[in-house]
């Protein structure tokens, strides 16, 4: 008997014709999100992952590491055993043993895709369940209503037997690299991490663009975005993030533009630059974190002001999420505890007291119209730091 890996993925099942090139950019993304963590064979048989071929003490990390890529729904640790009854049995009693020696109502669901096994399911299943029903005096059986479901899988390589209820809950959505690429405006805040975990799990390729107003931001504000897009990279396996230089843009907007209208401005700023980036790095849309009524930027007409500078497609996948929500994805995703450190955001730093709630696209227009817009785009677009950011 061996311990060994297997999970189910879910979506891709529906992609008909197309369903072996979304099988393989599934194996590859797995292949490289496990590269560092440990050696192992990823293969696809009969609509299931199979992981083996791994140092025993590897199989959590595994584990955990398979839980984070987008198109897997669950994952299970399994004994993996010869194909012969005996075997079969003696392997359920001795691996299963601590889930079945205290009082509950079982029942074994077994599956032959190996169909020269002499047992058909139904038989497994009934001599299996009498088998470790005599073995365990705790556990009664009920096909009906069960807390525990044996499940034994007679396959190519051998029997594989593991407990339903024990699996890890997987992320669900497509493979990375199946929807094209979008690039993530990120802030150090709640919200862009949780959008862009919201729109790579549909399978988009993600990059990354921050603000930073250094010195009024400081490099531990930096760190802290960069921290952020490592914990993304844990789902899209690797991203670029662009750190853009900002100050002089924000200096001049306070300058010379109407204070309640200096966020407006400066988020028009980001768009029409980061569109720029997206084009450049071949993306297909921009994404960003607002939800409709959060903040004064963030009501319909600003966004309407805002989302008028560029004609790419932006996404905002919270937009009619509440905080509450958006902060349990967040601790999901594990980004909050980073989220909320205290650094400066950029534009924290420059925020007006009664920011404009309702503004016109003319009116914004007109003020803007007193900066050079394109020699300050194109010195905070020279002044662009790229960094590779990778998982930790
Ligand atoms: P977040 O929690 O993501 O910071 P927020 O609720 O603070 O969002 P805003 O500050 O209005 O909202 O920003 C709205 C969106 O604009 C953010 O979700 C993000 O996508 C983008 N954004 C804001 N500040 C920056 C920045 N410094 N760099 C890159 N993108 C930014
Ligand atoms: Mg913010």
Redesign the pocket.
């Known amino acids: 008997m061996k311990e060994t890996i297997l999970a189910k993925y879910g979506e891709i099942i529906l992609k008909g014709g197309n369903r072996p090139r979304f099988e393989k950019m599934l194996i590859d993304n797995i292949k490289r999100a496990l590269k560092n963590v440990a050696k192992c064979r990823v293969a696809i048989r009969q609509a299931t992952i199979l992981v083996d071929d791994f140092e025993e003490d590897k199989i959590d990390i595994i584990v955990e590491r398979m839980s984070k890529i987008f198109g897997i729904t669950s994952i299970t640790k399994a004994a993996l055993c010869e194909k012969e009854l005996p075997v079969i049995f003696e392997t359920a009693k001795e691996y299963l043993k601590d889930d079945l020696s205290r009082p509950a109502r079982f029942k074994v669901e077994a599956k032959r895709s190996d169909k020269s096994f002499p047992l058909n399911s139904t038989e497994l299943a009934i001599k299996l369940g009498g088998d470790l029903d005599d073995a365990f005096p705790d556990i009664v059986c009920d096909v009906h209503n069960p807390e525990i479901t044996v499940k034994c899988e007679i396959r190519e390589a051998g029997a594989y037997i593991y407990i339903l209820e024990n699996r890890t809950e997987g992320q669900g959505g497509m493979p990375i690299g199946s929807g094209s690429k979008a690039t ?10 949780v ?1 862009g975990h919201m729109i790579a799990k549909r399978g988009v390729t993600i990059d990354a ?4 107003s250094f010195p009024y931001t400081s490099d531990r504000a930096k760190e802290k ?1 960069i921290d952020l897009a490592k914990i993304l990279a844990r789902y899209t396996s690797r991203m670029n993030l662009y750190i853009v230089p ?1 100050t002089e843009i924000q200096l001049e907007i306070r300058d010379k533009c109407p204070e309640e209208y200096m ?1 407006l401005i400066m ?1 028009r700023f ?1 768009m029409r630059i980061s569109e720029k980036i997206a084009v450049e790095n071949g993306s297909k849309a921009l ?5 409709v009524g ?2 004064a ?2 009501t319909l007409s600003a966004l309407d002001v805002t989302n008028a500078v560029i004609d790419m497609p932006v996404l905002q996948p919270l937009i009619g999420m509440d905080k509450l929500e958006v902060i349990n994805r967040s601790v999901e995703i594990g980004a909050y505890d980073t ?1 909320i450190l205290p650094y400066e ?3 924290t730093v420059f925020t007006p007291r009664h920011p404009k709630v309702n503004p016109k696209r003319k009116d914004v227009e007109r003020f803007e119209s007193v900066l050079d817009i394109e020699a300050l785009e194109t010195a905070a677009i020279e002044g662009i730091e790229c960094i590779e950011v990778y998982p930790d």
Not at 209 to 212: A, G, I, K, P, T
Not at 287 to 291: K, P, Q, V
């Open positions: 993530l405006l990120l802030s150090g805040g709640i919200d862009s991490p959008a663009v921050n603000f930073f975005v900002f966020t988020r980001m994404i960003t974190g607002e939800s959060q903040v930027s963030q989220s955001d950029c534009c």
